[in-house]
């Protein structure tokens, strides 16, 4: 009897890489983005979210590193999406590309810009002075 | 019991090369008749210019796959009363060029379906030589998608394959998993690979129109999930 257990794994390649990104970074947004949501929401509360709060919150490591990740993953999967999403407009292979660059280097810029927001943190003496 | 049935119109022969839809109020329509049999009796009694593909007319050929009332079915295989109204709209499958009325150009959807070598590939002889064997498990592995018979339902009634054309579609993964995961062949690595690139399985964004379109209940989605963790994990068994 002949079977095909041998090991037949394609090279992983940009598309392959970005659906399991997609998976990934879904699942740890689970806990991230409903942590997030109790804090804020629930037990802190939007309308006792002033600046002192917050000044309070990035000056804690851990929520700086909690912030930078909710950050980073939320609008990863939400520009993979529109990645993905933009594929149905544009068909040529090198606008895809382009289009792929385009998004992932927004991503870091974007992503770069909070991360010194929120290690920079609230200065509350500059907002006193 | 009555039905309006409203019928998708474009004939280039005939001048109608404005899409648009023809209407008919038929009398005496068991609720058991299926959409076919609407057809036919139109085509025989109305308007012999209507034009849509049928063979065999049990739901085997898989020719007469319509979207009717909004959803892909076969035309033979589903009856007036499944569909809970008395007005049934008839379209041709979305995503595939019409050519005349309710027919498309199946020619992408074949080309589709051929680059992922749907056959068995397998030049070692036999240790008997003469046949290889399989047992049950090993049989049932790939059952649920040999059971395609090439309709086109689930692939144009996907929206990721109206989007994007040069996505190979439900129906061609369905028909890799076929070989892919069936112990005899030995082209599982070459299909993967092929599924693997720009327009295979990372598409597929499980939407599961396909598996509701499916006239023959193939679990399609879960097909393609199975094809995207082979590529994942190299495992076919």
Redesign the interface.
């Known amino acids: 009897m002949t079977t095909t257990t041998a090991n037949v794994k394609p090279k992983p390649n940009y598309e392959a890489t970005a659906w399991k990104w997609m998976r990934y970074s879904g699942v740890l947004l689970i806990p991230l983005v409903w942590i997030h949501v109790a804090i804020q929401d629930v037990i802190v509360g939007v309308h006792n979210i002033d600046i002192n709060y917050v000044a309070m919150r990035w000056a804690n490591v851990g929520w700086q590193v909690y912030d930078i990740l909710l950050l980073a993953f939320a609008f990863a999967h939400g520009m993979n999406g529109l990645r993905q999403v933009s594929f149905d407009f544009f068909t040529s292979e090198k606008a895809r590309k382009n289009l792929s660059w385009v998004i992932f280097i927004a991503w870091i810029i974007i992503s770069f810009i909070g991360a010194v927001a929120i290690i920079g943190g609230a200065r509350l003496n500059l907002l006193n002075s | 019991m009555e039905v309006t049935l409203r019928v998708f119109r474009y004939n280039t022969e005939t001048g109608r090369t404005k899409p648009s839809f023809d209407s008919w109020t038929l009398t005496d329509v068991d609720p058991t008749d299926r959409v076919l049999d609407l057809l036919e009796f139109v085509k025989g009694y109305h308007d012999g210019t209507l034009s849509f593909r049928r063979s065999c007319a049990h739901g085997v050929c898989g020719s007469d796959a319509m979207r009717i009332n909004g959803r892909n079915y076969l035309a033979c295989k589903v009856l007036v009363r499944d569909l809970n109204s008395t007005t049934i709209t008839v379209e041709p499958i979305m995503g595939l060029k019409v050519m005349k009325d309710l027919i498309v150009d199946m020619e992408p959807f074949f080309e589709s379906y051929r680059s992922v070598l749907p056959y068995m590939i ?1 030049d ?1 002889v ?2 008997d030589g003469k046949e ?4 049950e498990a ?1 049989r049932e592995r790939f059952d649920d998608t040999t059971k395609c018979i090439l309709c086109a339902a689930c692939t144009t009634s996907c929206p ?1 394959f109206w ?4 996505y190979v579609g439900p129906a061609t993964i369905v028909n890799a998993h076929r070989f892919i995961f ?5 082209a ?2 070459e299909r ?2 092929i599924l ?3 327009g ?1 399985v ?2 597929c ?1 499980t939407a599961f129109n396909c598996t509701e379109a499916c006239p023959r209940e193939i679990h399609i989605t879960q097909a393609i999930a199975e094809v ?1 963790q ?8």
């Open positions: 397998n070692e036999p240790a290889r064997l399989q047992s090993q990721s989007g994007d054309g040069k069936d112990s005899r062949d030995q599982a690595g993967l690979e693997n690139e720009q295979g990372w598409r964004r995207k082979a590529i994942n994990t190299g495992k076919v068994d």
